[in-house]
């Protein structure tokens, strides 16, 4: 057996430029020189995606490495301080602790990595999204890895043949359950339909057993009890030879599904997919964004990336999503463009509510209506 080498993605929002639309180059410039001394990593990138900075690094330690955790820990506070020198804003804001802990999860950056021996030529891509959350790499996942009208590998490659296996995590019980495809197809599909909710964390191939993609599953909303930004997700999808072709990994984007986050995280858009000099989104603060970085791995070093939506082939799918926002925005404060009021991150319910409390009168109403109203009371409790 070979040697294993990790690949591990984290990535936090440390202030925006202008306003929550991209990244200030110093603060690339300060995590590119703070990685560039660190003797831990074999080899890194940093870009950007909307207001987030994407740390891409390949290591030895293993996934949930403290070391290479607390290196990311680090690079996001030199970072805040340029951030607060320059006033960005929300300058650190998703570093919700003060003090590092052994393990980044749980304290703001958003974590996607995977443990893995890199085969005779190992293709990889980093999707990094922006104004949305982790349950929007449910859609794309299902295509590439279950979807026959996607992948066609799935029926004519031997070594897709017999399908993977998905794991995924209820983001609200804290609990995981796995999935084998194609037979348990449909029980998947019950789950990651509620993407608010249920999360496809990792898919392994039946095949080899190996690790093909790995997600970052954090709701920072959830976990710090307040609002504090939408917790934009990564996402590492390892491809060709038995596992989908860097063409099948990209071909569900060509067809923008609707996502949860957009302006203050309280909206369905589009997500879009764009090459790195377009990563900004402005529009409403969006539509979301979502960029693939390609990467041939030689010896745990990059090569790349590939910018892979720079592609003309994906203009038509940037097209459909303007037109679907132009439709989306055209609604205003109405849903489904507004999410449902327990969904938003934003709300002036309660004190709208406090305001008009006394302004709210009982409608009259027959015994039996009464009886119906009070069971749905006492259903919704
Ligand atoms: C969405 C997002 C932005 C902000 C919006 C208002 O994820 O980050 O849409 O919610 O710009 O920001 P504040 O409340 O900071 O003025
Ligand atoms: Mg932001
Ligand atoms: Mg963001």
Same mark, same amino acid.
């Given at each position: 057996?070979?040697?294993?080498?990790?690949?591990?993605?984290?990535?936090?929002?440390?202030?925006?430029?202008?306003?929550?639309?991209?990244?200030?180059?110093?603060?690339?410039?300060?995590?590119?020189?703070?990685?560039?001394?660190?003797?831990?990593?074999?080899?890194?990138?940093?870009?950007?995606?909307?207001?987030?900075?994407?740390?891409?690094?390949?290591?030895?330690?293993?996934?949930?490495?403290?070391?290479? !955790?607390?290196?990311?820990?680090?690079?996001?506070? %030199?970072?805040?301080?340029?951030?607060?020198? @320059?006033?960005?804003?929300?300058?650190?804001?998703?570093?919700? /602790?003060?003090?590092?802990?052994?393990?980044?999860?749980?304290? &703001?950056? &958003?974590?996607?990595?995977?443990?893995?021996?890199?085969?005779?030529?190992?293709?990889?891509?980093?999707?990094?999204?922006?104004?949305?959350?982790?349950?929007?790499?449910?859609?794309?996942?299902?295509?590439?890895?279950?979807?026959?009208?996607?992948?066609?590998?799935?029926?004519?490659?031997?070594?897709?043949?017999?399908?993977?296996?998905?794991?995924?995590?209820?983001?609200?019980?804290?609990?995981?359950?796995?999935?084998?495809?194609?037979?348990?197809?449909?029980?998947?599909?019950?789950?990651?339909?509620? *993407?608010?909710?249920? =999360?496809?964390?990792?898919?392994? /191939?039946?095949?080899?057993?190996?690790?093909?993609?790995?997600?970052?599953?954090?709701?920072?909303?959830?976990?710090?009890?307040?609002?504090?930004?939408?917790?934009?997700?990564? =996402?590492?999808?390892? =491809?060709?030879?038995?596992?989908?072709?860097?063409?099948?990994?990209?071909?569900?984007?060509?067809? *923008?599904?609707?996502?949860?986050?957009?302006?203050?995280?309280?909206?369905?858009?589009?997500?879009?997919?764009?090459? @790195?000099? %377009?990563?900004?989104?402005?529009?409403?603060?969006?539509?979301?964004?979502?960029?693939?970085?390609?990467? %041939?791995?030689?010896?745990?070093?990059?090569?790349?990336?590939?910018?892979?939506?720079?592609?003309?082939?994906?203009?038509?799918?940037?097209?459909?999503?303007?037109?679907?926002?132009?439709?989306?925005?055209?609604?205003?404060?109405?849903?489904? !463009?507004?999410? *449902?009021?327990?969904?938003?991150?934003?709300?002036?319910?309660?004190?709208?509510?406090?305001?008009?409390?006394?302004?709210?009168?009982?409608? &009259?109403?027959?015994?039996?209506? %009464?009886?119906?109203?009070?069971?749905?009371?006492?259903?919704?409790?």
């Amino acid at each position: 057996m070979g040697e294993k080498i990790t690949l591990s993605v984290i990535k936090a929002d440390i202030g925006g430029y202008v306003g929550h639309s991209s990244v200030h180059p110093r603060l690339l410039e300060t995590a590119e020189r703070y990685l560039a001394a660190s003797k831990l990593l074999i080899d890194y990138r940093v870009t950007h995606v909307g207001d987030d900075i994407n740390l891409i690094m390949t290591h030895k330690y293993g996934v949930d490495s403290p070391e290479i !955790h607390h290196l990311a820990w680090n690079v996001f506070l %030199q970072c805040t301080e340029v951030a607060r020198e @320059l006033k960005l804003y929300g300058a650190g804001q998703d570093l919700l /602790s003060d003090a590092f802990s052994g393990n980044v999860k749980g304290m &703001g950056p &958003g974590v996607a990595e995977m443990e893995f021996e890199e085969r005779k030529s190992e293709p990889v891509i980093v999707f990094a999204a922006d104004k949305t959350e982790p349950g929007a790499w449910n859609f794309p996942l299902y295509k590439m890895f279950a979807d026959p009208f996607n992948t066609i590998g799935l029926v004519i490659d031997p070594k897709m043949h017999q399908g993977f296996r998905f794991e995924v995590y209820d983001l609200i019980k804290n609990e995981r359950v796995e999935f084998s495809l194609p037979e348990e197809m449909y029980d998947l599909l019950v789950f990651i339909g509620a *993407p608010g909710r249920y =999360c496809i964390k990792s898919v392994y /191939s039946k095949t080899t057993g190996e690790i093909a993609a790995v997600s970052s599953t954090q709701r920072l909303n959830l976990m710090a009890g307040r609002y504090v930004g939408k917790d934009d997700p990564v =996402c590492i999808v390892r =491809c060709q030879s038995g596992l989908p072709a860097v063409g099948e990994a990209l071909e569900p984007f060509a067809n *923008p599904h609707l996502v949860a986050g957009w302006m203050r995280g309280s909206h369905i858009g589009p997500l879009m997919p764009v090459g @790195l000099n %377009q990563a900004a989104p402005t529009r409403f603060d969006g539509p979301p964004r979502v960029v693939a970085m390609g990467f %041939q791995l030689t010896g745990g070093r990059l090569v790349g990336p590939q910018d892979l939506f720079a592609d003309v082939a994906f203009d038509k799918a940037r097209q459909i999503a303007n037109e679907i926002a132009n439709y989306l925005r055209s609604l205003g404060p109405f849903e489904p !463009h507004r999410l *449902p009021l327990e969904d938003m991150e934003y709300t002036t319910m309660p004190e709208v509510m406090a305001k008009l409390k006394s302004r709210f009168v009982k409608v &009259g109403m027959d015994e039996k209506t %009464q009886r119906f109203a009070a069971e749905l009371e006492l259903g919704a409790k």
